[in-house]
């Protein structure tokens, strides 16, 4: 994991807010409000705001194994029989930016679930430091336990509004590994956007697999969204992904942004490339839109 607390420090913002702004109103007070301190100040001039106005919005709690899990849940109001897409969070939880992807794909007549994946492990909005957050809450959850989590949001999902036979999956960074991963898991996932997740890494007892191990059996096409110049996912390792799956036959695409590190979408942090971030937002629809996935 130390490669990527590194990856992780290099991208933390380090300029201040825009004038005009108290940082106390970026502080993750609740489930899709707020910045996680460890990003404390964020880029607030380049941050979108998404309303929403003709949208069902905010949290719903869902029980997994006797823990309520709390989840960030934005769709259009009044209307059924929705795609589904679950948004998986960086490793910062259920921020502000997460909530508001949410709303993004609300927007475009999708209903979003958006989970809070550490809650058995701590609050991710409240540690100070990327280092702490790794260490206290990323490094201690089980791949199997966020599998279950998003079982759970899927079987939810169908019974509130969602048509779980038009299912995607998006990610980002940490969220991005887990999209690979989720796609091996649930075969009736439709198609994956993984932004910019890890490929290959050291199995753990917590960690077992990674994507480049389950290239070989991945049926799900997921569009992997990355930067050349992220010096955490070397092109090395999306190389080797990309032989992997051309051995299954598997019908992934990745576009690496050449411009662009890691977090490009991430409109909040300083890492973030307007253009590049546009793009792969306009792909991603296209790609749930061509996989049945709209």
């Not at 809070?116 to 201690?140: C, H, N």
């Not at 048509?163 to 075969?187: E, M, Q, S």
């Not at 992220?230 to 036959?249: H, Q, R, T, V, Y």
Request: charged share 20%; hydrophobic share 45%; glycine share 10%.
């Amino acid at each position: 994991m130390d490669h990527l607390k590194e990856d992780f420090d290099s991208m933390v913002a380090k300029t201040p807010l825009s004038d005009g702004f108290d940082r106390r109103i970026f502080l993750k007070t609740a489930l899709g409000s707020g910045f996680a301190a460890a990003v404390l100040p964020v880029m607030a001039q380049n941050a979108i705001s998404t309303d929403t106005a003709g949208l069902t919005a905010g949290e719903v709690s869902i029980t997994v194994n006797g823990q309520n899990v709390p989840v960030y849940r934005a769709q259009p109001e009044g209307k059924s029989n929705l795609p589904v897409v679950l948004v998986i969070s960086e490793i910062f939880g259920v921020h502000e930016h997460i909530a508001d992807v949410a709303r993004r794909f609300a927007k475009q007549g999708y209903l979003a679930l958006a989970p809070e994946l550490f809650i058995r492990q701590g609050d991710p909005g409240s540690y100070g430091t990327v280092a702490e957050l790794m260490k206290e809450v990323v490094s201690k959850v089980p791949d199997e336990q966020v599998m279950n989590d998003l079982d759970a949001c899927v079987a939810w999902a169908g019974q509130n509004g969602g048509d779980t036979g038009k299912l995607g999956i998006t990610g980002f960074c940490w969220g991005g590994r887990i999209v690979w991963l989720y796609c091996a898991h649930n075969p009736k996932v439709k198609a994956g956007v993984a932004w910019y997740g890890r490929l290959v890494g050291d199995r753990t007892a917590l960690t077992p697999r990674h994507p480049i191990d389950i290239a070989s059996s991945l049926t799900v096409p997921v569009l992997g969204l990355y930067g050349a110049k992220d010096a955490g996912i070397p092109l090395e390792s999306i190389e080797k992904m990309k032989a992997a799956l051309a051995k299954a036959n598997n019908k992934s695409e990745f576009v690496v942004f050449a411009n662009s590190g890691h977090a490009f979408h991430a409109d909040y942090r300083p890492s973030y490339v307007e253009a590049d971030a546009k793009e792969g937002w306009s792909r991603c629809l296209a790609w749930f839109k061509a996989h049945g996935v709209a």
